[in-house]
């Protein structure tokens, strides 16, 4: 049996003006992971998603399934027959809708394995490229940096269009990450920005550039380990999404919640309108955070270590 893994994901800063060329920054998040396996068969390939309950013969299934997208690019990027006898078994800790990257994760995995399986080493930015193509069909008009985080597995700094620059803070930060229990997909998410810069462009153009300039303001913090200037640059980017009309009352109550147990900065992260909130914390202060996040309703709540 081969298997491979993949992390999820958060969007530090940024999300939303990345998918229009700006910058933005993402960390991987280990505690919860995706993972692929990859079983001989005696019947063509079949791709079994545990935790959703479903499966597909790839042979069967259309291009519009990401996952089996994912695996025919896959065989066909290693020159492999395109039904092989194999059953891949997904299985994924991260929450389906979150802004985690679950969709990601999944197919990254999946892609990992089926290299594994073929004896070839799986190069990030060759299983990024194949990740791309599923997350066009989960997210509409993605920016790509969901899938590039995951495949690097590091933190990085991203420009839709450039190779990402994958890089380790000088200092490991700490960050509690927060569900509201609202499932959000980032489709809606991305089409109502689109929607809504389309009839409004110069005045969405604006708040992008200033979402750029925190983010930018964002890599020298991280870079000199100034947490405060880091925390509040999250909550001046929390600012400009509402702005955007992706936050929500309850992400809005949660982040205050957060900000009130100690919090340097907190903003949703990811689509938004549900889904998750970050805030950045010192490490003492990690629980204390992750307890007000709880009592005060967060469906599940991690803590993560960014090094
Ligand atoms: C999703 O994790 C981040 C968004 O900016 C969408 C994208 O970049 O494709 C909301």
């Known amino acids: 049996m081969i298997s491979a893994t993949a992390p999820g994901k958060v969007i530090l800063l940024g999300e939303h003006a990345v998918v229009y060329g700006r910058p933005a920054i993402a960390v991987p998040v280990w505690q919860a992971v995706a993972t692929a396996e990859v079983a001989a068969s005696g019947a063509g390939c079949t791709l079994v998603a545990r935790d ?40 994924s800790t991260i929450p389906i809708a979150s802004g985690l990257g679950s969709g990601a994760a999944l197919s990254t995995a999946l892609v990992r394995a089926i290299f594994a399986r073929a004896g070839r080493d799986a190069p990030p930015a060759q299983v990024s490229a194949i990740v791309y193509e599923s997350e066009r069909i989960y997210h509409g008009t993605p920016s790509g940096i969901d899938n590039t985080v995951i495949a690097y597995g590091a933190p990085i700094w991203f420009v839709k269009g450039q190779p990402p620059a994958p890089f380790r803070p000088p200092q490991p930060f700490t960050l ?32 992008f550039d200033a979402v750029a300039a925190l983010v930018t303001a964002a890599r020298g913090a991280i870079q000199r380990g100034d947490w405060p200037l880091l925390g509040m640059l999250m909550d001046e980017n929390q600012a400009l999404l509402e702005q955007l009309d992706v936050s929500s009352p309850v992400l809005e109550r949660l982040i205050d919640v957060a900000r009130g147990a100690g919090a340097l900065g907190a903003k949703l992260s990811g689509g938004g309108r549900g889904g998750n909130l970050i805030a950045l914390v010192q490490t003492a202060a990690a629980e204390t955070v992750a307890a007000a996040l709880r009592a005060g309703g967060a469906a599940t709540v991690l803590v993560t270590t960014v090094a």
Do not use: C, F, M, N
């Open 176 to 207: 509690v990450i927060a569900h509201t229990g609202i499932a959000s997909p980032t489709k809606t998410t991305v089409a109502a920005v689109r929607a809504a810069w389309q009839a409004a462009p110069a005045r969405y153009e604006a708040r």
């Open 52 to 91: 959703l309950g479903q499966q597909w013969r790839l042979a069967e299934a259309g291009d519009d399934q990401p996952l089996a997208l994912v695996a025919r690019l896959a065989l066909t990027a290693l020159g492999l027959p395109p039904d092989p006898d194999w059953t891949i078994t997904l299985h």
